[in-house]
């Protein structure tokens, strides 16, 4: 064999995952990147699961999707929602095929790693005032001390009245933050291990420092914050045991890179799948099967409660379609095919180690899919069928999308899940894809463009093939 020949064999037998600069034209590119400023203004209203379902829906509701009405008939290519308790929420496009041929669905999380206020939040200690907190989600508690944090969420009167709070996100808002020991007096915490280098109840967020005029006596920090909170927003403190307040990075998603290559921001994880899976989901007009994108919460805490996708919601809404025809829930749920869209971790160049460069996902090599997630020995993990993971492989090859493969760090190095394990729990065929992130779970996580873009463009191929 000859130079060309053997190269030819190479190129035939040989896997090698392309490079976005390989395969996109610089009109794709384009493309990207301006579904990327839709992606970025969406990061940037939509920090908490509340948030996210209210610019969903009025996303939604601008394209024609009504809120889901149980018992009632929706006919091929009318747009649904169901709204889950405001924290998450389902867009169903009604195909053209009978429902008994299943449900295309594709899965992502809307809630992020934050810092919950704790339920009896606000104290005063040396004239200032400071809330209490119990961290959300997997973070590493080091890296949420002196950035400016934005107070979002909802407190909820006795009698119902919900009040939504959301403050330090306007340029004038005042932000808060949570302090960390100086330098020079942090010898001892320098000997603290990395993981405990801040302590979960040293997460405590400054509010506030003046006292309230005319008042003398003990606690008037804390009586003028909490005089302020009444005049503003007319809770008081009882109140905060009814109430969801989240802080969360009070910075804004941004280009990253000279090249403007990249995006970051608070929350990539996940709605960097989201807003793809939403976008496709208004996008796929008259599909031949019935399509959702289910928009779920409490993934980051193990997908428990009954907004996260291990409660029955989305099967029962299932059922509800399935009824309309006059089937049983659990003829069309086994005929379902899923894509659990979540991110995986991208390969950093200054952390290689813990990383099996061949099984790894990077940046601006497309959406990654992955077989199996979990750890030690595959444990917590649906780990999709060979077959499922052939028929998804060629529908993104057939239509020129651009992804790779991908396994969250080596073998025994850590690991994780995602929903994938509770749709397949339902007797549904499903697999991981989602989008590669740097520094992910971080208070300020990275993406490539065309990434994001490669991942709107698989959901949306799914949703109409
Ligand atoms: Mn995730
Ligand atoms: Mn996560």
Redesign the pocket.
């Known amino acids: 064999m000859d130079k060309t020949q053997i190269d030819n064999l190479k190129e035939k037998l040989f896997y090698n995952p392309k490079h976005a600069s390989e395969v996109m034209s610089d009109n794709e590119i384009e493309t990207a990147d301006g579904f990327c400023e839709g992606y970025k203004d969406f990061l940037d209203k939509s920090k908490t699961e509340r948030e996210a379902v209210d610019t969903i829906i009025s996303l939604a509701e601008t394209n024609g999707f009504v809120q889901f009405i149980p018992g009632e008939k929706y006919n091929a290519g009318e747009k649904i929602y169901y709204n889950n308790r405001g924290k998450s929420v389902i867009l169903c496009v009604i195909g053209k095929k009978s429902i008994i041929e299943g449900v295309k669905i594709a899965a ?2 809307i809630d ?1 790693p934050r810092i919950d206020l704790k339920p009896n939040p606000l104290y005063e200690d040396t004239s200032m005032a400071l809330f209490k907190t119990h961290y959300y989600g997997g973070i590493k508690k080091y890296q949420w001390p002196t950035i400016p944090l934005a107070l979002h969420g909802a407190v909820v009167l006795k009698d119902g009245t919900v009040v939504k709070v959301c403050i330090g996100e306007d340029d004038e808002d005042p932000k808060l933050v949570i302090t960390d020991l100086l330098p020079h007096l942090g010898a001892q915490q320098g000997k603290r291990t990395l993981s405990d280098g801040i302590r979960g109840e040293e997460l405590n967020i400054l509010v506030g420092s003046r006292p309230f005029k005319g008042d003398d006596s003990s606690e008037a920090v804390k009586l003028n914050i909490l005089n302020i909170l009444y005049e503003k927003y007319g809770f008081v403190e009882e109140d905060f045991l009814s109430a969801e307040l989240e802080a969360v990075p009070a910075f804004k998603a941004c280009d990253i890179g000279f090249d403007r290559s990249m995006i970051g921001s608070y929350g990539h ?2 709605r960097v ?1 989201a807003y793809p899976a939403v976008m496709a989901a208004l996008d796929a007009v008259d599909p031949d099967y019935t399509i959702m994108s289910v928009l779920t919460d409490k ?2 805490v193990g997908s428990d409660g009954n907004t996260g996708l291990d409660s029955s919601y989305m099967q029962y809404f299932i059922n509800y379609l399935a009824a309309m025809e006059g089937y049983d829930g659990y003829e069309v749920i086994r005929k379902c095919e899923c894509l659990s869209a ?2 995986t971790c991208a390969f950093d160049p200054t952390f290689p180690e813990v990383l099996d460069k061949r099984n790894s996902a990077f940046i601006n090599k497309g959406v990654a899919v992955m077989k199996y997630t979990g750890a030690r020995g595959k444990a917590g993990t649906s780990d999709a069928s060979a077959e499922y993971m052939a028929k998804v492989r060629a529908m993104l090859d057939n239509a020129n999308i651009l992804w790779q493969t991908g396994e969250l760090g080596k073998v025994d190095e850590g690991g ?1 899940g ?2 994938a394990k509770y749709v397949a729990k339902l007797d549904v065929d499903v697999i991981d894809i ?1 989008v590669p992130v740097l520094s ?1 779970h971080a208070p300020f996580e990275v993406v490539s463009k065309l990434d994001v873009y490669m991942a709107y463009r698989a959901f949306y191929e799914f949703f109409v093939q």
Do not use: I, R
Request: proline share 0%; charged share 35%.
């Open positions: 992502a999380h992020s994880d996940d799948c993934e980051e979540d991110v994780g995602t929903v989602g992910m």
